[in-house]
């Protein structure tokens, strides 16, 4: 089982909070840091000093740090053009040495597009420009050097595109994707990613959208076993209940609804919930860190939790 950081910036957060997150994730031994890929933060935060790119952060952390991976969950696919998105995560990717994985979903948080002129398509139209993405963006990682890629689709097209750069991972970086969906989101899994998600989920609702996944390889003739399964989950560790209840109350959350529905609690209690995970098929956990200056939090994992499992 593995553990990765996950930070929420559009809560509030500067480049130099980031950056000292993601420095003691990298020497307390997580396998990444993860931020989310958001313009407008949400419930009663201010969101001070305002929003930050996703790929400009990565990419400042791709120099600033050295082993950790690095990625999102997940790049909103309205936000961005599939070219210049392909370009500036290959760009990132060799920026890190090969350290980046590429998170993206179809966007859903309609007020931060509205808030920064963005459009925002109905759900289903949401959904045909990611399969779109997802085939422009892997197509042009994967032409080789030399050749061109094109593409016809229904929102976009390209042609004689020389498919450069290549990012410095072989064939090209992890793909991420996830979320609730029924249908298509594991019909695009089966087709594109690495790595399939789960955020935020019970044990149970996590063993059903796995189970959906697996059987959409599998209709898909690949081995389910190929793909990596993780879920995301808020995390809120304590030695103490004292403990554990200041660190809900700096998130705005409160101890038992956390206990329920995330990681909760003491390290033993913690080790004993990520276990029930790891039954259902959970190999990653991304732990969802919301108060960013409580760096004894994320150390106290390191040393109490990661290595009893």
């Known amino acids: 089982m593995e553990l990765r950081i996950f930070t929420e910036p559009q809560q509030g957060a500067s480049y130099d909070q980031l950056l000292a997150v993601a420095r003691l994730a990298e020497d307390a031994g997580y396998g990444a840091f993860f931020r989310s890929d958001h313009y407008m933060m949400m419930g009663d935060a201010d969101g001070l000093p305002g ?14 740090t050295s082993r950790i991976r690095l990625g999102t969950l997940m790049t909103a696919a309205t936000f961005r053009l599939p070219g210049p998105l392909a370009i500036a995560v290959a760009q990132v990717d060799r920026m890190s040495g090969g350290r980046v994985e590429f998170g993206i979903g179809s966007g859903w948080f309609e007020t931060e597009h509205t808030a920064y002129g963005i459009p925002f398509p109905p759900l289903r139209e949401r959904f045909d420009r990611l399969e779109e993405q997802l085939a422009i963006i892997t197509g042009l990682w994967d032409t080789p050097v030399g050749h061109t890629f094109d593409f016809s689709g229904k929102y976009y097209q390209l042609s004689d595109s020389p498919a450069l750069p290549k990012p410095a991972q072989s064939p090209r970086p992890p793909v991420l994707l996830g979320g609730h969906g029924a249908k298509r989101t594991p019909q695009l899994t089966a087709r594109y990613a690495d790595e399939f998600n789960v955020p935020f989920a019970g044990v149970d609702d996590t063993r059903t959208r796995f189970e959906r996944v697996r059987a959409a390889c599998a209709e898909g003739s690949r081995d389910p076993g190929s793909l990596r399964l993780s879920n995301a989950l808020v995390l809120c560790c ?28 003491s390290p033993a209690e913690i080790v004993e919930k990520i276990g029930r995970y790891a039954e259902v098929g959970t190999e990653r956990v991304y732990l969802q860190v919301l108060d960013l200056d409580d760096l004894a939090h994320i150390e106290l994992v390191a040393a109490e939790v990661a290595p009893q499992l």
């Open 51 to 64: 929003p930050t790119d996703a790929w400009v952060t990565l990419a400042g952390l791709a120099r600033d």
């Open 238 to 265: 304590g030695r103490t209940d004292e403990e554990v209840n200041r660190r809900a109350a700096a998130i705005g959350r409160e101890p038992d609804e956390l206990r329920a529905n995330g990681l909760a609690g």
